[in-house]
């Protein structure tokens, strides 16, 4: 079976750009969970979903970030326009429920020039 | 004041050694608490976890958990080269639902 997958596995954009990261978390599993770390700091919960809906997005840093989760599949998180600080490593995690073991994905690695 | 504290390291330890990893957390709401091992450019892979007070032994691999003084451990025993990699605690208030990392421990097992 297929792991949590996330796309691209590294992004490279000018400050002020558009990027977009894809996760595809494992088939069936209802909760997806985003993550990122950024340099030298500890990984940071950012937001939760459970099926297409935002459970928690207490971890969101700004407006200039936006989730979503299409029918409950997989999910989006566009940053716009990016800044330098948000370079990092964004993890996507998934998981049954939200007592089961949740999966991480390798992560996308964001670095903005 | 963050919330959980790791001393990021690096570790170096020989084969066989035991190794003591541990995490203090400031947030007495903690109930579950995971221990997470990610290896370079992969994402975190669940090692143990516990819940509430205790210890908890999973072959090489011993946790602990002392509420009281809000201070979490993870005890490797006859450490391999293949265990080198960062470990993260990562206690939680509601199980798996929302991670509040520590900063991780490096670790390397030299032969």
């Known amino acids: 079976e297929a792991g949590v997958t996330q796309f691209p596995s590294h992004s490279v954009i000018e400050k002020g750009q558009t990027v977009t990261l894809r996760c595809d978390p494992i088939?069936?599993?209802?909760?997806l969970y985003w993550y990122r770390r950024v340099m030298g700091k500890e990984i940071k919960f950012l937001l939760h979903?459970?099926?297409?809906?935002?459970?928690?997005e207490s971890g969101m840093p700004n407006n200039r970030f936006l989730a979503e989760r299409t029918g409950g599949t997989y999910s989006t998180l566009k940053v716009q326009p990016a800044e330098l600080e948000d370079s990092g490593v964004y993890f996507c995690?998934?998981?049954?429920?939200?007592?089961?073991?949740?999966?991480f994905g390798q992560g996308t690695r964001l670095t903005v020039v | 004041q963050k919330e959980v504290e790791q001393d990021p390291g690096p570790l170096s330890v020989p084969e066989g050694a035991i190794v003591s990893l541990n995490c203090t957390y400031s947030?007495?709401?903690?109930?579950?608490f995971m221990w997470y091992r990610q290896y370079s450019r992969k994402g975190p892979e669940l090692l143990m976890y516990?819940?509430?007070?205790g210890n908890k032994e999973d072959g090489r691999f011993t946790a602990q958990v002392d509420k009281s003084s809000k201070y979490i451990s993870l005890f490797i025993r006859d450490s391999q080269p293949s265990d080198s990699a960062t470990y993260l605690c990562?206690?939680?208030?509601?199980?798996?639902?929302?991670?509040?990392f520590g900063q991780g421990t490096i670790l390397t097992v030299h032969p």
């Open positions: 995690a998934s998981s049954p429920g939200v007592y089961t073991e949740a999966f």
């Open positions: 088939s069936g599993h209802d909760n």
């Open positions: 979903f459970v099926k297409e809906s935002k459970q928690d």
């Open positions: 947030n007495s709401a903690f109930q579950y």
């Open positions: 516990t819940y509430s007070s």
């Open positions: 990562a206690p939680s208030l509601t199980s798996y639902g929302k991670l509040t």
